[in-house]
């Protein structure tokens, strides 16, 4: 079947380049402090990876037809967050494929502060269903033994 097929037309409609719009937010002193007791890292300094920033950008705009489970994630960190600054995110889908029959997605998002400095670029893996389907394809199930 070819990627344009059927069974993976909502994957393919969904076009590479497509702008996953922004959200932003302030992190608090109590954000920090939370991931680093959960981390258990009282010097952890980038309590925006458990933000999940590609998947919010991506479900805010494709929740209704799509879902991409975590198969993989990149991410570059460049200053450590500021508590107090606002953090702006966008996002895009950096790329699709097809790998054994099934659909894949990537998720990139960028993360600035509101004094411009860089903070991290993310990117998800996700291997995309639609909203109704199975979650695991049967040659999925076989590898597993399911």
Known sequence: MSEEGSEHKVWASIPVGDDLGSLDYILTEQMVADYRRVVDNPHAAYPTVAARHPANLFYRKYAAVMRVP???HDSEY???PV?????TITGRIADKYIRRGN??????AVAV?????MI???R?????REVGKEAAHE????KWGA
């Open 70 to 72: 975590n198969m993989g």
């Open 78 to 80: 460049y200053n450590p």
């Open 83 to 87: 508590a107090g600054k606002r953090i």
């Open 103 to 108: 659909p894949y997605i990537i998720v990139e």
């Open 113 to 117: 502060d509101e004094d411009g400095r």
């Open 120 to 122: 991290e670029k993310s």
């Open 124 to 128: 998800l893996v996700g291997h995309a």
């Open 139 to 142: 040659t999925i199930a076989k």
